[in-house]
């Protein structure tokens, strides 16, 4: 895949930028732009879900083109946990639609990532506004259990029949 930091990509980054700092100024989010470089662009934003807090980081690449939204599990999986992580991250994701988890085997860190390529696109307000959403929501969801699984509060047993535990309470 081609990658060179063209003009052209970076004056779509920076049109990507503009339509995005405009979405969290009219919803009126807090947000932190932490670099807004020709060919980078990287806001993080602090959430409260229900349970954990979180810190979703939305970065816009020149060179590749593509939106990223992220955010980092606020603890990191025993070595011991390991294996039931890697098994639990599968498990979560084969539900997903939009956006995966990643774990990270050496360090224990667990990261949700929902990309979005805007080659030759504007995104919308709409579709940033989405992003988020998806994102704060399946971290919301899955950072407690991740997070009881690595404390030995929850088994992989458990992790695994959770979904179909709260789809029954619904």
Same mark, same amino acid.
């Given at each position: 895949?081609?990658? &060179?930091?063209?003009?052209?990509?970076?004056?779509?980054?920076?049109? $990507?930028?503009? #339509?995005?700092?405009?979405?969290?100024?009219?919803?009126?989010?807090?947000?932190?732009?932490?670099?807004?470089?020709?060919?980078?662009?990287?806001?993080?934003?602090?959430?409260?879900?229900?349970?954990?807090?979180?810190?979703?980081?939305?970065?816009?690449? &020149?060179?590749?083109?593509?939106?990223?939204?992220?955010? #980092?599990?606020?603890?990191?999986?025993?070595?011991?946990?390991?294996?039931?992580?890697?098994?639990?991250? &599968? &498990?979560? $994701?084969?539900?997903?639609?939009?956006?995966?988890?990643?774990?990270?085997?050496?360090?224990?860190?667990?990261?949700?990532?929902?990309?979005?390529?805007?080659?030759?696109?504007?995104?919308?307000?709409?579709?940033?506004?989405?992003?988020?959403?998806?994102?704060?929501?399946? #971290?919301?969801?899955? $950072?407690?259990?991740?997070?009881?699984?690595?404390?030995?509060?929850?088994?992989?047993?458990?992790?695994? $029949?959770?979904?179909?535990?709260?789809?029954?309470?619904?």
């Amino acid at each position: 895949m081609e990658s &060179a930091l063209t003009q052209e990509r970076i004056d779509a980054t920076e049109q $990507n930028a503009a #339509v995005l700092i405009a979405m969290l100024e009219h919803k009126k989010l807090k947000y932190k732009i932490e670099e807004q470089t020709p060919g980078r662009t990287h806001i993080r934003m602090h959430f409260s879900g229900e349970d954990l807090p979180m810190t979703l980081h939305i970065i816009l690449r &020149a060179d590749k083109q593509i939106a990223t939204v992220f955010s #980092v599990m606020p603890f990191r999986m025993s070595a011991d946990r390991i294996q039931d992580a890697a098994i639990a991250v &599968a &498990a979560a $994701n084969y539900g997903l639609i939009d956006g995966s988890f990643d774990l990270n085997p050496e360090t224990g860190e667990i990261r949700f990532r929902l990309t979005s390529c805007y080659k030759g696109a504007l995104l919308s307000e709409a579709l940033y506004s989405y992003l988020m959403y998806v994102s704060a929501e399946t #971290v919301d969801r899955y $950072n407690d259990r991740f997070q009881a699984l690595n404390e030995g509060s929850m088994t992989l047993t458990d992790f695994l $029949n959770a979904d179909s535990a709260d789809e029954g309470r619904s």
